[in-house]
């Protein structure tokens, strides 16, 4: 176990669960809960604009956190990341239509398909590192964008599917906009403890030492297939959870949703937020869509001043804007805005003494 150099002076570890809690200090504890509670009251607070973009927030940390812990903490290169949340998404269409399920019976399934999915396209990962591992995931996005448009009898083809919300659950109608985001709110904070505490595990060190070094792992006693194949199983099953709370909001699904640039920027967003950390994910989904709404407001003010050439410029602009981040990060703070955060939480630890 690691010894953690970062706590405030004068907290000790005085048995074993105490080490491996994760908020130390009761100020720490409070602020985790203090926040918790004030994104709660937003569903009653905000308006259904800003809480459509809180939802899309929550939905992509969940599925950036299932890639950090491919990528992240296993060191598995995933392209295909966006196509597993689609394959959620239908899951939780096609059962709906066609074997009369309600979300709640399909929810765990839009886990357990892209799971399964993710560890069968997983297998090449044991044999294959880097590069050509990259391009086995390549494959997978295709392989499961073409079976989604051809087997129109199952999936609709490109004319997509409609996804119906949760069934009222003691009282509470979940087709208003407030009632689904405190759901989707509560799936996030499940399954982002879910992730934290697995980073934790003996299963989460044998992902970090497979990443760091496989041969060593391997000579340690870790199953560097069943490590690399469970990696992306789990991380798959974070992709299609995401996918089903996503494509439940907007109660519609269609396989233009998620292209393979959305897999690439996937992987961007990541290095951005911090590899190897969930706050690292969770920054990183964080500002990508922030960007991403940026560039959709900046829409009217491309039409003031380019007139019919908006959309194509309004286009341009969040892609130019997404490298640019992307390029910065990289050349200023490679190891992300996780990274950043630690130096700020230690300097105020440490204040005043510069060391």
């Known amino acids: 176990m690691a010894l953690n150099v970062d706590r405030p002076c004068g907290t000790f570890d005085r048995n074993y669960y105490q080490a491996m809690e994760i908020f130390r200090t009761p100020l720490r504890k409070f602020l ?3 926040f918790i509670v004030v994104m709660y009251v ?14 899309v927030f929550c939905a992509f940390s969940v599925g950036m ?8 903490y296993a060191g598995q290169i995933s392209l295909g990341h966006a196509a597993f949340m689609g394959v959620g998404m239908y899951t939780v269409a096609i059962f709906q239509e066609h074997l009369g399920f309600n979300f709640w019976m399909a929810l765990p399934l839009a886990g357990l398909i892209p799971m399964l999915i993710g560890m069968l396209f997983g297998i090449p990962a044991v044999r294959i590192k880097g590069l050509y591992l ?4 390549l494959a997978a996005h295709f392989v499961i964008v073409y079976t989604i448009n051809n087997w129109r009898s199952v999936t609709n083809g490109t004319d997509g599917m409609y996804l119906h919300r949760p069934a009222p659950l003691l009282g509470i109608d979940f087709l208003i906009d407030q009632y689904y985001y405190i759901l989707v709110l509560t799936v996030t904070i499940v ?3 879910f992730a934290k505490n697995l980073t934790r595990t003996k299963l989460g060190r044998a992902f970090v030492a497979v990443r760091d070094n496989d041969i060593a792992a391997e000579v340690m006693g870790i199953n560097i297939a069943h490590t690399k194949v469970l990696a992306f199983g789990i991380g798959c099953f974070y992709a299609g959870i995401a996918g089903a709370i996503g494509g439940g909001y907007y109660e519609y699904v269609n396989v233009e949703w998620f292209t393979l640039t959305d897999s690439i920027w996937y992987l961007g967003f990541l290095v951005v937020g911090g590899l190897g950390s969930i ?3 969770i920054a ?3 500002v990508w869509k922030t960007l991403d709404e940026l560039s ?7 039409e003031a001043l380019l007139g019919g050439m908006a959309f194509y410029a309004s286009a341009a602009f969040s892609l130019v804007i997404y490298s640019l981040i992307v390029i910065v990060v990289l050349v200023l703070e490679p190891r992300g805005i996780n990274h950043r955060w630690q130096i700020i939480k230690r300097s105020y630890r440490l204040h005043p003494f510069p060391y």
């Open 134 to 137: 990259a391009f086995a995931s």
């Open 191 to 193: 399954m982002i403890y």
């Open 279 to 281: 706050f690292g994910a």
């Open 32 to 34: 985790m809960v203090a």
């Open 296 to 302: 959709t407001l900046m829409t009217p003010l491309a």
């Open 42 to 55: 937003f569903a009653f607070i905000l308006d259904d604009y800003l809480l459509s973009i809180l939802i």
């Open 65 to 72: 956190t299932g890639l950090q812990i491919i990528t992240g």
């Open 284 to 286: 990183g989904a964080v």
